[in-house]
């Protein structure tokens, strides 16, 4: 029986886990056809960009023709042809040509991290504005709820000023809350109508048939490994480095293998039966070059002075990914009091509903008054949910800038 319910225990894991994973993937695909091309080719145009990049040490082979007419070695114009493939190839740049490739290496990375982050903050506002939908809908009961008991406070204050008890104040004031309380409705459908129109520009996708995530509390060390920002920010700063190593390598020594093939007319000077030349030729050979710039050190020190800059952001960066999940885990804990104290406050309308009912039954209390303390409590269970929606929202901050998830 225990080796069953461990079983049993496994399968239910599994199947939350399949879940989990069909709603993130379906998640993942939330944005529209359009959007999710943009960011495709986003990411092809890097790693073509990137590609060229990686190459560019390699000099292109030059193809040239020449056809020259000249009239210097009688009355006819005398023309020749010719035909060349050149190549000045660089071998040796004093490490500049391995600099070069990780440079182009470390800027493809840190272009995709920052395409990631763009498509991840699309998915985080098209899954926030999911919430916020949901969130709207609630709120918007809680709201018809609230008019209930304004409309019912309107009855009783006017069968009071009737009767000479209350002073015209006091329904004035009851008619004045209902009408704020159904502008605050208003302004929420409204709302809705915006929240709708928001979504219809991220995603073709409705929003009805998307079932939302339920966001938990990561680690603080796997925000911390798993943060585009700032894996982002230590791919520039190692761009960086790299591109110091490329600038001081241009102020140094360089080789490079050259080689020429022609095939072309032989100069008029030097036709005739004698000639020794021949049409067709090779050139080779190599050269040894350095310049001599006079901002060679500025320029060597700008490129030090950024990557000093891309390091200590990097730095920062840490501070600021520390702070942000702080920030998120301490609004969680207010968050997670509002729950609670709405918890108790349920406790205490269910028992006073349930006093109010059996006093309407006695006949000490009317029934207007045993629904105001139902509507009462069903706020009261509204909030939770409210407030349940808030956590997820600040959860979403966290999971649209780490890799691998939603």
């Known amino acids: 029986m225990k080796g069953l319910n461990v079983l049993k225990k496994l399968l239910v894991v599994c199947s939350l886990l399949f879940v989990s994973l069909v709603c993130a993937d379906e998640l993942g695909d939330i944005l529209s056809k359009n959007k999710s091309l943009l960011f495709e080719y986003d990411l092809k145009s890097n790693d073509l960009k990137s590609d060229m990049l990686s190459n560019s040490w390699i000099n292109p082979v030059r193809l040239r023709y020449n056809k020259d007419y000249t009239t210097r070695f009688g009355d006819k114009s005398v023309g020749t042809e010719t035909y060349s493939v ?49 969130k709207n809908r609630l709120e918007q009961n809680k709201m018809r709820y609230l008019i209930k008991n304004d409309t019912i406070d309107i009855h009783q204050k006017r069968d009071s000023y009737d009767a000479g008890l209350y002073d015209s104040s006091f329904l004035d004031q009851a008619i004045l809350k209902k009408s704020q309380d159904e502008t605050v409705l208003l302004g929420l459908k409204l709302n809705l109508l915006e929240l709708k129109q ?67 007319d032989i100069n008029p000077l030097f036709g005739g039966g004698g000639s020794a030349l021949d049409e067709r030729y090779y050139n080779y050979g190599f050269a040894v070059s350095m310049p001599l710039d006079i901002n060679s050190f500025k320029d060597i020190e700008a490129s030090k002075v950024e990557r000093l800059k891309a390091a200590t952001k990097v730095l920062d960066k840490k501070e600021t990914v520390s702070e942000e999940y702080q920030w998120i885990k301490n609004s969680l804990k207010i968050l997670d009091q509002r729950i609670m104290l709405a918890k108790k406050e349920e406790i205490v309308y269910r028992k006073l509903y349930t006093l109010t009912k059996n006093l309407a039954k006695a006949g000490e209390k009317t029934s207007l008054d045993a629904k105001v303390m139902s509507n009462a409590l069903q706020i009261r269970k509204l909030d939770q949910k409210i407030y349940k929606i808030d956590k997820q929202i600040q959860l979403l901050k966290l999971y649209i800038r780490v890799e691998n998830v939603l």
């Open 86 to 134: 050149i190549i000045d190839q660089p071998i040796f740049r004093s490490g500049g040509i391995y600099y070069g490739i990780k440079y182009a290496q470390a800027q493809r990375e840190a272009n995709e991290a920052e395409i990631k982050l763009q498509r991840r903050a699309m998915i985080g506002d098209a899954i926030s504005v999911l919430f916020n939908l949901k």
């Open 198 to 264: 928001r979504f219809a520009l991220l995603s073709d996708k409705n929003p009805k048939s998307l079932k939302l995530p339920h966001l938990k509390m990561m680690s603080k060390k796997a925000y911390t490994k798993n943060n585009l920002e700032l894996k982002k920010d230590k791919l520039r700063a190692k761009q960086s480095e790299y591109n110091a190593g490329v600038t001081r390598a241009k102020y140094l020594p360089a080789v490079s293998l050259q080689g020429q093939y022609t095939d072309g």
